[in-house]
């Protein structure tokens, strides 16, 4: 059978089309019309009012430069059509007493007199003119003089008139359809014209839509919103929960008739949440309207279409075409397009079409009902045909859809690890979460189960998985198997903050050499970040450089996201923020591109952004992009990681904070209870300079020695041990100590781990030489912070370096060569009131402090203390300096809003 007769059955009326023709010719039998066709249907007080949707229909009514509109509410059964409608035309009469005729359309009115009867009764209803005084439909075939006389009628109203035609869908006939285009055609500006169909009728609406003259109300605006959905369900008494309503709305898409059918199932004395979860289309008051207004309205060939196709979730022209079997499946897809029936989308991979929800779940169910050896066949076709069209993940759904565990096991095995590589691990894990516990046991299936865990931040279901493969009757046999299970170890490691002997391990397998594309991926990307920790970044660079290659060349996405990200990280290592914000974006570019750049993927990557955005003084960048840093934190992840992101996020907000005193002391118990697992030297070394600044900064000269400490715990000798330490001396006012303290790294005998600690030790080297009186030394020391931080226009370190490099800079304007433009730039970033980073109270000036609010004298402090008056008095000239003050009171409001009190 042909899809143009299945369209003849699907639409005609008993008679057929043939006998409507007859009826036009031959003497009107039926002139009476049933009062209810021409009255505006009743509709439930409890109905909700969706008022977003009469302001559109208000404005699609109105007259329009190329001539009166037409309106068209265009969407499948159940959505709500008459009813809003309906509502709209009662509230638009009662509201200004506006006049609305209302027909309701069917398919006895395929008969033109039966049609036009009707329609000059229901203006007459409205009160377009009195009972007996329109025009009447002739008996015979002259229907277009007839439509003229009616349009000069309507035209000669004082009043205007709306006419509501309510499912123009069952018109079909020659004469019904001639004689409604002529009224569409030349419809007067005195009686605009609304249609309700369920799928587009054949009328001139095109023509219309070309002129500018028509008005679309379709399928997206009568779908309910949550916030409609949440209303719709108070008015029945419901309450339904954040997690309820989204789960609902999950379920039926704001189709009206769903939400009807999924209140009537829920139970008060049973949770909703688990009632909403099973509303799949096979319960029995949804099934029953899916049967009554879907379903059996489609030629047995459709319905044997929908059986087949309905077990993908989606699915093109050519796998609906092998499932079916049907040579005219391109056709029927078109036809269940147009009537609603099926929903078509375009993405990147052309074309392709899904039912809604309930119904594909009605469908399945009946599937299963009539022949679970079909469903099972349909899902192994299905499974080859995505495997031939490079669809890996649709095809490990059928095949375990299908039952076939030997398929299932190979799918997973094969195909896996690339999901995995690619970003899909959620939907990944949703599927091995069925798999049976005996296929989950063999090898190449809880390996690949133990990456999908460790992907999404589950340790302990990792860990599971791995038991099963250790506790194995049979060892890993092959090559392939063992580098992957040592890679998970690394990976694992990664997660709890040690590598180094899952590294070890490592080097025992072929990982990366074992001609397994995906496996092989898998070992570079996490020995690359695993080996960037330890702070071989040029090791961690060759790993990362190969896996991004091969990320590419095969589209594993989530991948190629983390290697643009870690290579970004290395950059920023090298202190080279220009390439690293290269890297950063082209990450960015991935991650929007995908869809993940609100997830927890992104978030080491905003992290980067905000501490480059931070390094160059770009305060309101720096906030934003460590606000969204912040907020995607989620689940267990590295904790170098979660570190850097909290840390920047310190470091951002603590010029800015009403308690910055808060702000060190929550990252200093960050740093605490992350601080036992392995950390990235990179990170402590550059985090340390501006920890111990802050520490300075509330006072808190304790903390600022424990971070210290932890330097020389983790680091030993280095360059940033040097510098912290200088800084503290300098606080104690041992200027030569200090001065001797910076010379191993200002002479490059120390290892450098950040290169901006040079930076800050020059800028420190300038500040001593300069209070020294050693202006010529201060100014070449400051030249050389310029000079490295110039190329990267690193401003941070100038602006918190305080007034001693500010007049420095100010007093060598126009000395520093081709630096002079970046000199200037540092210049204006130091405010006028910044405090020199050695500018901290000392232990006696806090100790001090603590006594002001007493507002005892002088000399009972000196007393208490234990020291001469005047010790006392100098230390409050420090006090006051240091706090930008001269009074006492005033110095106790400043330190307790810097909270140092």
Request: with cysteine; aromatic share 4%.
């Amino acid at each position: 059978m042909q899809l143009a007769q299945a369209h003849d059955t699907a639409v005609t009326s008993p008679d057929g089309p043939q006998a409507d023709g007859q009826r036009q010719h031959g003497p009107a039998r039926h002139t009476l019309v049933a009062a209810a066709k021409v009255r505006i249907p009743a509709t439930s007080p409890a109905v909700l009012v969706r008022e977003r949707l009469h302001v559109l229909l208000d404005a699609a009514i109105e007259g329009v430069d190329p001539g009166p509109p037409v309106t068209v509410v265009c969407a499948p059964a159940g959505y709500g059509k008459t009813t809003m409608l309906a509502t709209w035309a009662r509230h638009r009469t009662d509201r200004s007493g506006a006049r609305v005729a209302w027909v309701s359309v069917d398919v006895e009115d395929n008969d033109v007199v039966l049609l036009w009867t009707a329609v000059v009764r229901a203006l007459e209803v409205a009160g377009a003119w009195p009972a007996g005084a329109g025009p009447t439909p002739p008996p015979d075939d002259q229907y277009g003089p007839f439509v003229a006389r009616l349009i000069t009628s309507v035209e000669q109203l004082a009043q205007p008139v709306v006419l509501v035609l309510d499912g123009v869908h069952d018109l079909r006939s020659d004469g019904a359809v001639r004689t409604v285009n002529l009224l569409l055609r030349h419809s007067p500006a005195t009686m605009p014209v609304v249609l309700a169909t369920r799928f587009p009728p054949p009328l001139i609406l095109p023509r219309l839509r070309l002129e500018g003259r028509l008005r679309e109300l379709g399928q997206d605006s009568l779908t309910f919103t949550p916030v409609e959905a949440r209303s719709l369900y108070v008015r029945d008494g419901v309450q339904l929960t954040d997690g309820e309503l989204a789960l609902l709305m999950e379920r039926t898409e704001g189709w009206a008739a769903a939400l009807r059918l999924a209140a009537l199932t829920l139970d008060a004395d049973r949770p909703r949440g688990e009632l909403i979860r099973r509303l799949t289309g096979d319960d029995q008051v949804v099934a029953d309207y899916l049967v009554g207004e879907v379903v059996t309205r489609q030629p047995e060939e459709v319905q044997r279409f929908m059986l087949t196709t309905c077990v993908c979730r989606t699915f093109s022209a050519r796998l609906a075409a092998e499932l079916s079997q049907q040579e005219n499946a391109g056709q029927i897809l078109d036809w269940l397009e147009r009537t609603g029936v099926l929903v078509a989308t375009r993405d990147r991979t052309g074309r392709s079409y899904r039912y809604h929800p309930l119904l594909r779940g009605y469908l399945r169910a009946e599937l299963g009902r009539r022949d679970l050896s079909a469903l099972r066949r349909l899902h192994h076709t299905a499974t080859g045909w995505y495997v031939a069209a490079g669809e890996q993940l649709p095809a490990i759904e059928h095949a375990a859809a299908a039952g076939d565990n030997d398929l299932l096991t190979r799918m997973l095995a094969k195909f896996g690890l690339a999901r995995v590589l690619a970003g899909d691990a959620h939907r990944l894990r949703r599927i091995l979460d069925a798999v049976p516990p005996h296929v989950l046991g063999r090898p190449s299936v809880a390996l690949v189960a133990a990456a999908t865990a460790l992907d999404l931040g589950d340790v302990p279901a990792a860990d599971r998985f791995l038991r099963s493969v250790d506790s194995a009757a049979h060892p890993l046999r092959t090559q392939r198997l063992r580098a992957l299970r040592a890679t998970i170890e690394v990976h694992r490691g990664r997660l709890h903050g040690d590598t180094g002997e899952a590294l070890a391990a490592l080097k025992s397998t072929r990982a990366g050499k074992t001609g397994d594309l995906d496996v092989d991926l898998f070992t570079h990307v996490n020995r690359g970040i695993a080996v960037a920790w330890t702070g071989r970044h040029q090791a961690a660079e060759v790993d990362l450089e190969e896996a991004l290659h091969l990320a590419v060349a095969e589209g594993r996405d989530a991948t190629r996201l983390q290697c643009e990200t870690h290579l970004a990280a290395i950059c920023a290592v090298r202190g080279d923020l220009a390439g690293m914000g290269t890297r950063a974006k082209a990450a960015l570019a991935i991650a929007e591109d995908r869809g993940w750049a609100q997830t927890s993927r992104c978030a080491y990557l905003y992290a980067l952004l905000g501490s480059e955005a931070y390094e160059r003084a770009e305060d309101e960048r720096a906030r934003e992009l460590a606000r969204l840093a912040t907020g995607l934190l989620d689940g267990p992840i590295d904790p170098s990681i979660e570190l850097f992101v909290l840390t920047v996020g310190a470091l951002v907000g603590f010029d800015t904070a009403d308690d910055p005193h808060q702000v060190v002391a929550t990252l200093r118990e960050q740093w605490q209870r992350l601080g036992g697992r392995s950390i990235a030297p990179a990170l402590l070394a550059y985090a340390a300079p501006a920890h111990q600044r802050m520490a300075l900064l509330v006072g808190e000269y304790p903390w600022a020695a424990d971070v210290l400490q932890q330097v020389e715990d983790r680091l030993g000798e280095s360059g940033e041990q040097a510098l912290l330490r200088a800084v503290l001396h300098t606080h104690r006012g041992k200027v030569g100590s200090t001065r001797r303290l910076l010379e191993p790294v200002l002479e490059h005998r120390v290892h450098v781990v950040s290169p901006a600690t040079s930076v800050h030790s020059w800028l420190l080297e300038a500040h001593l030489a300069a209070r020294c009186g050693e202006q010529h030394r201060a100014h070449e020391a400051l030249t050389e912070a310029l000079t490295l931080a110039a190329p990267h226009q690193a401003l941070r370190p100038f602006r918190d370096a305080g007034q001693s490099i500010r007049s420095l800079l100010a007093s060598g304007t126009g000395r520093f060569g081709r630096l002079d433009p970046f000199a200037a730039s540092a210049l204006a970033e130091i405010p006028v009131t910044v405090p020199d980073p050695t500018d901290g109270l000392t232990e006696r000036e806090q100790a001090l402090l603590t006594e002001l609010p007493s507002m005892r004298t002088a000399e009972e402090i000196a007393h208490t203390m234990f020291v001469s008056v005047n010790t006392i008095k100098t230390h409050l000239r420090g006090i006051y300096r240091k706090l930008g003050v001269n009074h006492r009171r005033d110095a106790i409001t400043v330190a307790r809003r810097r909270g140092l009190l």
